[in-house]
């Protein structure tokens, strides 16, 4: 049982759920929001991550992350490692292949919002930020937790974006689920089942956690 | 009364059109004082536009023309595009259908404008307001759990607790009970008076508008029609729109027989009235006659000038609250309330005989053109 | 953590071969004081398109000669590329098939109760391309290839038949000479006249960190050490 | 150009769609209006196929799909031919892997259908099937639409479960996602950016339809 | 009227219990005749139950206890666990907060009961529907864009338009202008009547009870306290409880003096008043007084032995519609309502003199335990 590649792979699931709330909430906010004519090609944009083959995005990234991108000079000139390679770079790979999953049950979730509880706040003198925090965003929470919970268990599984940024490397880009696939390969099944099972146990056991909270907030 | 004569104290003015894509045009202009009379009541049919000035004026709605200036802000105006948003118009909002907030309690709903205050004053003011409405054990629950009534509370409490510089209150009390309205509606208009918020009240119910209003406004087809105190327009409607609004329940067609010394003469149906002769009037006009200004007797007293009797066939009865509701016929369809009492005493039943008094200074002819 | 005197050399190891690297690699640490190996196995192909963009790799393994050469072409080798092993294709059956390839030869294939043969992608991968040469000359492939399925990798032809999906794979020796496919079934070595040559290549590259490590590395591999374990494993040997 | 491929792909995206509003929404409906203590578990359940890696949930399923397996047998005695490299169990792979695409955004969207118009359209008379069809369906369009559009990008880009049970073979389980895998592994750029392309210009193409019907049917 | 004494005639009879967790046990028993007198009136406080007793009615909550049985159907019966779903129950509910379907036009939610009946028909049921209802311009608009009581007659609306075996409305007009009001209660009336659909309307406007129903029922404090003819329960309510909510304006603590020949002299505050015994009364009372049942006068006039005349000071004199509400002090606070022409010929005023007259039937005293 790979515990470094168990410990590497909850982090970036975790860091990628946080950033996609960070990050995808205000986008599915403002699709929710806009009466811009032309926000359908905004929303269709953002689910094309997703028909891309993982490992054929992963190159695109590779590319676009390495010494000959403007961006990979960049990171490494600040930091002096490259992104391809880092966790950061599979973070930030993580984040743009997961984004759909984030954006697009979230924005469907704002959407139906009652107009009328947040023109309520309004009146109430709450600001846009307190309105979609203590109105908008608490209504439309299951939407919000299916978002971050397939972003979750989607960064978790997946390993062609992962495999193809990160370069496998034990500790900071190897995790679990490049772990299982190569058991799988190896056609060692007897360790890509238990890590399989360790897997799922505790993806389980975070799920059941997150909508036991969900379901509370929603009953108390 | 029109808004751009501006009065020498602050006041509330506007002057706004909404247009809704097909709908209506909402047009309506007001000015308001705010130094006296907190109580504005605005009385209206339904659909005439009472929801869309409230949503205008708390900066929810923008009108496609005109102004809103509260005291020396200008909040809207569709000429310079200023709009200040509602957020900074410290307005106390009542919506028609309540807008609760589901997923909060009873006491997070009430305290939600009050986010600025400390906790400890901010419970103190919601617990405050929350005994006011009588809905204080309910401050745990969450709107879906209490009743159509208790919701209505909740709302205005909601708006009153962070005591805002204006409040536009959409019908505050129609889910009561009468006992409950009763009390409140007393309870509610010393709170006004004392704590001299100018307020804007949309009601349907003329004892709430005589109980809680200081002036009343009338907005009928697309516009403000007449403003004024309250008893003043009940008792003297401008037009044959705000006498229908205000439930004027006679109001006949009368052609102008003769006039005489501030007297007129009109025919309506088959009988011939005395009325005041407001001047200005075509030959065309509508009488109208308030149904309590109706005095019903078995017997012809002593005529005078200033004084029709009529003799009147009774068509129906019916009970009406404390009164009762009498059809009679005399020469054209008279509505009359009398108490249960003179019902009683006179004997009054459909096909039984009457004499109907009415003053001349009851029966007010408005032009037939409006 | 990169010091002045690396103690670790990174290599991107072909998936085929990782039970022979990993004996080596145990034998090459314990005889140079722990210097650790980190191996990455994978797929030869993405572990080109990672090393094109700067991936932090001393050493490349591949499955093929291609890549290695490419390697060099781009001008990201240091040194030239060096065969290391020739690849010996085999046809595996599960136990108790019918199939008798000592008697027929490749011909068994067209055999009825044979629905499907799992190869490795020819595009893909040297194990493919060999398989469907070796069906080609034993002339036998136009009536097949239609039952011919494709694994990505050899790993997943392997699983095609392994699962009982399949009822043939053509695979590598080293993979069908060891557990699970050694216990569940039987290989038959194809005659290596009748396939291309799977010539498996190696490359140091520029810019590694530890380019004397890295070099040393794969002077063992094609040393007698490396010999001994590739042979043991399953492969043919460059002439030494 | 591999116009088999690309045909391939869409039918297999749209028929797992499809699919999946079929199986997916009662789940969706049954888990929003439950009121059964257990049914975290259930809602956790149906995330866990998205954490094991493709290929590895693929395999799994390449073994259950084995003459060895019941499943296998059934399929093969009824219709002569394998589930694993046919059509029929790429199709069945895909809708086991996208389910939680579908199933989660269903859910969300149709937890927040308010409950007092349920019982309104139950009170005029409407049977249980047409007050989903006619009320809740409708008022939970926006998330419906997320999960479809979720599915139907998830499952054109999907290669790893495709891959494994479908064996790659041409006009039947070789959709477009291997092709574009294909051509980066063969570091061919130049048709690998091209098949992406015609990939990412159809479905924005599908999507932009999509969203701009879904928008009509909100404000007519 | 005990709901399992059956009747002869077809019945809708329900005895139920609603437990809801944290929050009040509502309890109401009743039975309606279906053969005869098709309106009855559930009258009750906010937050009394009517809104729970209905939903129990229609199916969409289940009671903890009881049964509803609705001509020879059994709905419910918590005994045998018998549930009728709300669907095979034929009835119309109007929501008090009109559960509109957001999505669908008005005609669409209009004819959302219909789906059955063939298109042409439907189509003609729903445009008959609006025209009553006097919404036909609106068909074609999504209820977002229709005014609040526009919404309301929708509701309304889509409760009629399927014919339904049983009527229950929650507060159908409330949201409704005086004319438009008085209008549809009296064709709602007539409607009512002429379809022969047994209806349960919920009120809070006792005109709209008098006008619109045949019987009304009381719900307060968790159960039916009084069912009879509306007049005969608002003149002569059962208990105090009662008498409060159908809004007896004076309710006084009394003590009984002496008893004589079927009246009862007692004391309330500092005066002595004679009223009708009901007997079976202990000595603490309360009397209840309607105000309109107190006549003001300035002079004393002759006493007679079943009237009673108390001398008093007027403390306010507010407008209230039609009449004056005036408050007096007669040894106890005694309110009034007098029409506004006797309030101008007795000149009251804050601090004037009166004599109020009040016939000894007109003071109703009730236990003082219950
Ligand atoms: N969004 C909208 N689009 C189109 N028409 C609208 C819209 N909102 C309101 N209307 C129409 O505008 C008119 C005024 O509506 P408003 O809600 O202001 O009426 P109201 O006076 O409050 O009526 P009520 O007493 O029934 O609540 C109505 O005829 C209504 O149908
Ligand atoms: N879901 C619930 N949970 C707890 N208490 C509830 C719930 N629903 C209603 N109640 C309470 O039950 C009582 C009866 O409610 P109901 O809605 O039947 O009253 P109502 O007579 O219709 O009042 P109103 O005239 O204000 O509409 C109220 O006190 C209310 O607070
Ligand atoms: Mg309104
Ligand atoms: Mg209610």
Redesign the interface.
């Known amino acids: 049982m790979d515990l470094l590649a168990l410990r590497l792979s909850f982090v970036l699931a975790g860091l990628t759920t946080a950033a996609l709330l960070v990050i995808g909430l205000p986008i599915a906010h403002w699709l929710s929001t806009t009466r811009w004519r032309w926000k359908v090609l905004v929303e269709a944009t953002v689910a094309l991550p997703l028909v891309l083959p993982p490992t054929v995005l992963g190159f695109y990234l590779l590319v676009s992350f390495g010494p000959r991108s403007p961006l990979g000079r960049a990171f490494t000139a600040a930091t002096g490692h490259t992104l391809a390679f880092s966790f950061e770079g599979l973070l930030l790979a993580s984040i743009l292949y997961s984004l759909p999953f984030a954006v697009q049950p979230f924005a469907a979730a704002l959407a139906r919002v009652d107009r009328r509880l947040v023109e309520a706040a309004h009146g109430l003198g709450a600001s846009p930020l307190r309105t979609f925090f203590v109105v908008s965003l608490p209504l439309a929470l299951p939407g919000i937790v299916a978002g971050a919970v397939l972003t979750f268990a989607h960064t978790l599984g997946e390993f062609g974006v992962v495999l193809m940024v990160g370069g496998n490397v034990p500790g900071s880009t190897r995790t679990l689920s490049i772990s299982v696939f190569d058991a799988v390969e190896q056609l060692d099944y007897a360790t890509a089942g238990r890590t399989s099972l360790v897997l799922l146990a505790v993806s389980f056991a975070v799920l059941v956690v997150t909508y036991t909270l969900q379901h509370r907030s929603l009953l108390a | 009364m029109r808004p751009d004569a501006r009065r020498a104290g602050p006041s509330l003015a506007f002057d706004l059109e909404r247009h ?1 894509r ?2 209506p045009v909402v047009r309506a202009a007001l000015e308001v004082p705010l130094d006296a009379e907190p109580v504005t009541v605005l ?5 005439s536009g ?2 869309t000035v409230l949503r205008c004026l ?3 709605d923008r009108p496609e023309r005109g102004f809103i200036r509260f005291r020396d802000e200008t909040w809207f105006d569709a000429a310079t595009r200023g709009f200040v ?3 900074r118009r ?4 009542l ?9 909060l309690s009873v006491a997070a709903n009430i305290g ?2 009050l ?1 600025r205050a400390p906790r400890a004053e901010r419970n103190a003011r919601v617990l405050e307001v929350a005994r006011f409405l009588r809905i204080e054990e309910l401050l ?2 969450r709107p879906a ?7 209505q ?1 909740v709302a205005l409490a ?2 009153l607790a ?1 005591r805002p510089r204006l409040l536009l209150l ?2 505050p009390l ?9 009390e409140l509606r007393g309870e509610l208009r010393s709170l006004l008076e004392h704590s001299g918020i100018p307020s804007l009240v949309v009601t ?4 709430e508008a ?2 809680l209003g200081d002036r009343l406004a009338v907005l009928a087809e697309g516009s403000v029609r007449q403003v004024g105190p309250v ?1 003043e327009v009940f008792s003297a409607p401008a037009d044959l729109v705000v006498a ?4 004027t329940e006679n109001v006949a067609p009368a052609s102008i027989v003769s006039r005489d010394a501030g007297l007129a003469l009109v025919r309506v149906g088959t009988a011939q009235l005395l009325a005041l002769d407001p001047g200005g009037l075509h030959d065309e006009a509508f009488a109208c006659i ?3 200004e109706v ?1 019903l007797e078995t017997a012809p007293g002593t005529p005078t000038s200033a004084r029709n009797e009529l003799t009147a066939e009774v068509r129906t009865v ?6 009762v509701r009498v059809t009679l016929d005399c020469g054209f369809r008279l509505v009359t ?1 009398v ?3 003179s019902a009683d005493r006179l004997a009054l039943a459909p096909g039984s005989r009457a004499v109907a008094l009415v003053k001349a200074s009851a029966i007010r002819l408005v032009p037939r053109a409006s | 953590r990169s010091g002045d005197a690396p103690r670790a050399v990174s290599v991107a190891v072909a998936a085929n071969l990782k039970p022979a690297f990993e004996e080596i690699a145990a034998e090459w640490k314990a005889k140079n004081h722990g210097v650790e190996v980190r191996a990455t196995y994978g797929s030869s192909g993405n572990f080109f398109s990672q090393i094109a963009n700067g991936a932090p790799f001393d050493l490349f393994l591949a499955a093929d000669a291609e890549f290695p050469a490419r390697v060099v072409e781009k001008g990201l080798a240091e040194g030239k590329a060096f065969t290391y092993a020739y690849g010996k294709l085999v046809v595996w059956v599960p136990k108790g098939s019918p199939l008798d390839f000592d008697r027929r030869g490749l011909a068994a294939v067209t055999d009825p109760t044979v629905k499907r043969i799992a190869i490795a992608s020819p595009q893909l991968a040297p194990y493919g391309r060999a398989a469907q040469a070796a069906l080609q000359a034993a002339g036998v492939y136009d009536a097949v290839k239609d039952r011919i399925v494709l694994g990505q990798t050899v790993s997943q032809a392997a699983q095609f038949v392994e699962s009982g999906n399949a009822q043939i794979g053509f695979l590598p020796q080293s993979l069908a000479s060891v557990p699970p496919l050694s216990d569940e079934g039987r290989s038959w070595l194809v005659p290596p006249s009748i396939y291309p040559r799977i010539e498996q290549a190696g490359v140091v590259l520029k810019g590694a960190k530890s380019a004397t490590l890295a070099r040393a590395l794969a002077a063992f591999i094609t040393g007698a050490a490396g010999r001994a374990a590739l042979e043991k494993h399953g492969y043919a040997l460059p002439p030494g």
Request: glycine share 14%; hydrophobic share 30%.
């Open positions: 809704f097909d709908g009385f209206g049919p339904s659909g009472k929801t708390a900066g929810l948003p509602p957020q410290g307005v106390g909002l919506f028609q259908e309540y807008a609760l907030f589901p997923h939600f404008g986010a745990d629950r759990r209490i009743s159509g009534g208790q919701r509370r909601r708006s962070p959409d019908e129609s889910a009561l009970d009468g006992p409950t309205r009763e349907h119910d003329r004892v005589l109980a008893h229908r609004v205000v439930g308030r149904a309590e005095v019916s009970p009406e609250g404390p009164l309330l108490t249960r009492r």
